[in-house]
Each structure stands twice: as structure tokens, then as C-alpha cells.
């Protein structure tokens, strides 16, 4: 921003410098104005054509005075448009080779395709918990707006091989199919299950008729954003104690009440450990209310006699520096 402010005042003061060349010609030498321009442009650009009309003694001194301080200054204004643009130029490439560098070194990330309004909310969720997120988009009016937020990027057609590639598809967690037509998310989710077999994807569908076309693509789960908004407002006035529950443990802005998902692994201390026994109710003032087991059952409100198995999902509710604390035992 500096360089772009001191590249315009080097223009403005060069136009002055041009302006009062060209008024000095006309009072001392009565020149017209064509003809006092004219002088002044090949006085200080240093061609050297000759003097279109004759120049008195005063008017020789007004040159001398051009020359000394209209050349020096003309050259330093056009090497700084000169370093300008090589600057711009290159702060690109190398911005561009450095965002490269930070997705080549990523792994069990998520690929976001599509940064519009529900791709960039996905992102701003993701990157809160934090996952490392790459985002996808063509469209040159977003790359602004993705640098302004600080987000590795490919600017790049979402369904194209060569974005999802240089996205890290083969080495990502799953990818998210958010762009703007229904088209467009079957298309990218074929395209991702060919390169990626194993890789999550989930799919945004804006009519019902799509969901089993995404599906059949390779789309591992499909949502549209409409239905769940109308379903949460449908909540809000059914449920509207739960769902405020639901929303206070789901957003970010309070830290008492949270409700969190933790992977069991197999190095936990607390594996095969009963619940009375785990101290997470005495030692973290935390509730489980559900437990997800490895073969996908979900056991709710789990009895004190359940134990924690690897590869359980414990689904606990409380304050986020204490669910942070029980994540570090459960999956260290």
C-alpha cells in the first residue's frame, strides 16, 4: 500500500513538473500552448529535438533549471512505475509458489470446492476446530477476498484433475462439494471419486432429485442447505429450549457449553476402562451423552458400567478447555 501511495505521488509531482514547464514557456517566451508542451516533454524526456522556436536568455535559464530538476526526477518516476510492476509482478509468483508449498506439505486435510457464501462459512467452521483447509474456485473476484481471510487456495476449476491434484486430493481427508449448480457438484463428485476411491466427500444438493444422483456419483453424504435451514426454523418454534441448547453447544462465541466428538485410540489410558471408572465426570466436570461404537451403533446415554473400547467415538458435552483436556487422554 506504501509503494502504491508513493508511486502516485511520484506521477502527480512529475504532471506538476510537466505543467510548470509548459506555463514557464508561455510567459517568458509568449509561446502557445502546443509549442510550450511540446518543449517542455522533449526538454525533460531528454530526446533532444530541436528548439522550435528561439529561446532569449532567460528562457535558456528557465531550461537549464527544466533540465536539472525535470530529467533526474522523470527517470527516478519511471524506474519506480518500472519497479512497481516487477515487484507486483513477482510478490504474485511468489505468494502463489509459497501457497503451493504450504498444500504440498499437507495431509488428512479437507478440499472445500467452492468459496461462495456457504463454501467460505465451511471453511471459517473447519479452520475453527482447526483442520487445515484448501479451497478451490475460479472465480478471479474471490482470490482477494481468500487471501484477505488467509486460506490456502487453487484458483482453479473445482472439477478440473489438475486443481483437485494440485489441491493435495490423493493425500486429503475428504473434500466438500459446495459450488453453485447441482451440474457442477455431480461432475466434481465424479471426478474426485476416480482420483481419490477412499476419500470422504460430501456433497451440496439444491433439490431432492439430485441427492441420489450425487449419491450414485460417488458422494458419500448429501445435504441440502435449504431443507436444514427450513428444518431449523421448523425446530425453533417445535423445540425452541433444544434448539437453543443445540445451537449455544454447536457455535463458538461461549466456552461453558460446548458439545464435542473424540476419537478413542488404541494408546489411550482409557481404553477399557468403564465409565465410573474414567473420572471424566470427576475430573472434567463433563457429560457423555453418547457413545458411537466401531461398528456404528450408537449406544446414548451410556451407563456407568460401559466401557470405552478403541476406535469408539465419545460424544461429550461441557467446557471447551476441559473437552480439549479429555481429547489430549482419549486420542493422544
Known amino acids: 500500500m506504501n509503494k502504491t501511495r508513493h ?3 511520484s506521477i502527480i509531482l512529475s504532471l506538476g513538473i510537466l505543467i510548470v514547464g509548459t506555463a514557464g514557456y508561455m510567459i517568458i517566451e509568449d509561446w502557445r500552448f502546443l509549442d510550450a508542451l511540446y518543449m517542455t516533454v522533449i526538454t525533460i524526456s531528454t530526446v533532444g529535438y530541436r528548439e522550435i522556436n528561439q529561446i532569449g536568455d532567460v528562457g535558456r ?3 537549464i ?11 527516478y518516476v519511471a524506474a519506480a512505475v518500472v519497479q512497481f510492476m516487477v515487484e507486483g509482478r513477482m510478490r504474485i509468483i511468489l505468494g502463489r509458489r509459497r501457497l503451493d508449498q504450504k498444500i504440498n506439505r499437507l495431509k488428512n486435510h479437507y478440499i472445500v470446492c467452492g468459496y461462495g457464501r456457504i463454501g467460505r462459512v465451511i471453511c471459517r467452521n473447519l479452520r475453527r476446530k482447526p483442520f487445515d483447509v484448501v479451497a478451490i474456485d475460479k472465480s478471479p473476484d ?11 487456495y487453487v484458483a482453479g476449476d473445482a472439477a478440473d484433475e489438475a486443481s483437485l491434484t494440485k489441491a493435495g486430493i490423493k493425500r486429503a481427508k475428504g473434500l466438500i462439494a459446495a459450488l453453485a449448480t447441482d451440474t457442477d457438484n455431480v461432475f466434481l463428485v465424479l471426478s474426485a471419486r476416480q482420483l481419490a476411491p477412499e476419500l ?7 433439490k431432492e432429485a439430485v441427492k441420489s444422483k450425487l449419491q450414485a456419483a460417488g458422494a458419500d453424504s448429501v445435504e441440502s442447505p435449504y431443507e436444514m435451514g427450513a428444518l431449523s426454523m421448523a425446530h425453533h418454534i417445535i423445540r425452541p429450549t433444544v434448539t437453543n441448547f443445540l445451537d449455544l453447544a454447536f457455535a463458538h462465541q461461549r466456552k461453558d457449553i460446548q458439545m464435542e466428538e473424540i476419537p478413542v485410540s488404541e494408546s489411550s ?4 476402562v468403564k465409565l465410573k471408572d474414567s473420572g471424566i465426570r470427576q475430573n472434567y466436570n463433563l457429560i457423555i451423552i453418547a457413545i458411537k461404537k466401531p ?6 446415554n451410556p451407563s456407568f458400567e460401559a466401557a470405552i473400547i478403541p476406535d469408539d467415538t465419545v460424544i461429550a458435552v461441557g467446557e471447551l478447555e476441559n473437552l480439549q483436556k479429555l481429547e489430549k487422554i482419549l486420542n493422544p
Open 7 to 9: 508511486l502516485i505521488v
Open 61 to 63: 535559464v528557465f531550461t
Open 65 to 75: 533549471l527544466l533540465v536539472a530538476i525535470g530529467v533526474g526526477f522523470t527517470l
Open 142 to 152: 474471490l482470490i482477494p477476498l481468500m487471501d484477505e481471510d488467509g486460506i490456502l
Open 200 to 206: 470422504t466427500i460430501i456433497a451440496r444438493a439444491s
Open 269 to 272: 489410558k482409557l481404553v477399557n
Open 295 to 300: 461398528d456404528g451403533n450408537m449406544l446414548f
